[in-house]
């Protein structure tokens, strides 16, 4: 059931030199080379072949090349402690140039400094998914995190917001000091928030300060021109939902189609829409379902100032049976049999 | 429904036919993909087989070496991965549906393989409420193609589209003895014609067997086709004949499979359902179903039994 890695399996070769944390001991050629070939030739009385009476536990062959990282995990003491803090080492396995630069550093000597400073801000049973995430961490050294995290004092973020920056992003410490400032300004200019807004932003998401600013573009130009929000909307949504800048490009489309589906076809208007930014990451077809059987019901009503008002959520939040019971005031399986009418 | 507590059994039991409810506008792969995708996290979630152990001889060799039986780490799966992946499952459809239709897909898991290869071959009939709307025709005679043609329909009644309804019914099932493969003038064709409805020749030959209007409320109607080896394209070109015919003209609007052999509307998992127990259970009926019913596998003659 193994899938062969062709880019991996060349890449994962583990050479002698950089033995130091696997517990690899001489070779089985350094005993047959330390008399000469010619020598070798004529004595019969040093060929493997024989019976020795000496310790031989030391000497082990050499790691075959390999596809990944089980192989050598019973021979390293790190691959297991690493395990053993719950990293998930076969999503790391999948990225060659990381697995090279792991297998090359000892846990004693590297990577514990590093994981202890990690655990003031991540608590353990987080740790292991934070390090899957970024194994990277483990590689940098422990003056570049302090720097940066004074950069963050500079700038008036509380401890707390630093914890929790950190804690929900596991790349953001990998940013040099210049790239974050740079990044920061660019969502003070772009947006016009003052010094706490963006500090409510960085702390609310911190992803988004680490995006790729591509996208972040791409989805403002979706935002402002497309779903026609003005400046004002723009920041209140923002600051309210910042995930709905984290859509990447195949799913830019999806998130104006569902828009589409609510403004023009449902026809809510932009204030409601601002009041619940939730509408927008919602999958259309639920949507599409919910509001299609209202309407057959005729109880598709959105207006907050007329009766039998439905509120935006419902047509997105708990599952179908608390809809039915709520808002449709049906059973269940009729709302299953108009599904299968779609 | 059965509760399963081993992922190990619920695999060696996930072998059949299912019967789900394809929802519009997603091609029957990413159904597939879906469905595969919730068995494998269903299945991952489940407790499976404990870990193995290791044997390890250690100790200087010039001395009596101790035997130790060690937790063996690369069959974590935090080292090797999840104990079920994707490439595990084999899953195929018996016969494909359109990207914009909807209704019932049968799809085979495992050794279900081998039954939608029969399913196939065995050329069932299918059944489709056809939507359509009149006052437009579009270039690919769907909804999402360019308009080329606009025109009224006011003077279009249920007797007028019955009628030309019933005129196409009785053209297609005339063709169908010509495409039946045999010689018009024979005994056989005789023998044959008189047990009833029979099938096509080969398998790319489409053949309608009914079409009916079960709903009119202009511009919209819908027509309910009985049809053998169709494909969606070929059942907006009927609709758009229609129009044409009615001396108007009209477009598709959606296609919904609502019955496939014996394999019916309340059978299929709608996309809420597609979890391991759900599946399983569907899995079960099926197999009921197709036990109950020799002839779908394995139909005796050309004639139209199901």
Redesign the interface.
Known sequence: MFSLKMDLCHLVRLTIAYNANITMRRNLSSVVLANSLAEVKHDQNNTVLESVSEDLSEVTPYFPESFNIAAYVNKSETLQNLVKLNVNLSKIEKKPHIVNKLLKMDFEKDMKENIFFIKDFVDSENIGNYITKNPLILCESIENFQVRINYLQSKSFSNLQIHNIIARNPFWLMFSTERIDKRLGYFQNKFSLNGNEVRLLATKQPKIITYSIHHINTNSFVVKEEMGFNDEEVKTLLLNKPKIWMTSKPYQKSLLERFNYLHNVIKIPHSSILHYPNVLLCRNFKVKQRHMFLETLGRAQYDANKENYIPLKALIENTDSEFCKNYAKCNVDDFNLFLKTL | MVKIKDAALAYKILNGLICV?K??CVSVRQVQHKILTNLCRDLNNLPDRPQEK?VEI??????PMKVKL?P???????????RY?Q??FRCSWATHLGLFS?GILLLGINDGTKLTYLLNTARLTRAFKVHGQLGKATDTYFWNGRTMERSTYGHVSREKIDRIVANMQAAHQKTMYELSGLHIDSQTTYEMASQGLIRPANSKLPVVYGIKCIHFAPPNFTLEVQSVNEYDKYLWTLIHDLGVQLKSTAHCTGV?CIRHGKFD?PL?L???HWTLDHILNNMDECRQLLEDNENLLKPKSAALSV
């Open positions: 409810y929802p519009a290791r250690v100790g200087a060799t010039n001395a060690l063996n780490f690369a069959d974590d799966p935090l080292v090797c991965g999840p992946i490439k595990d909807s919904q509307i299929a709608l996309r809420k």
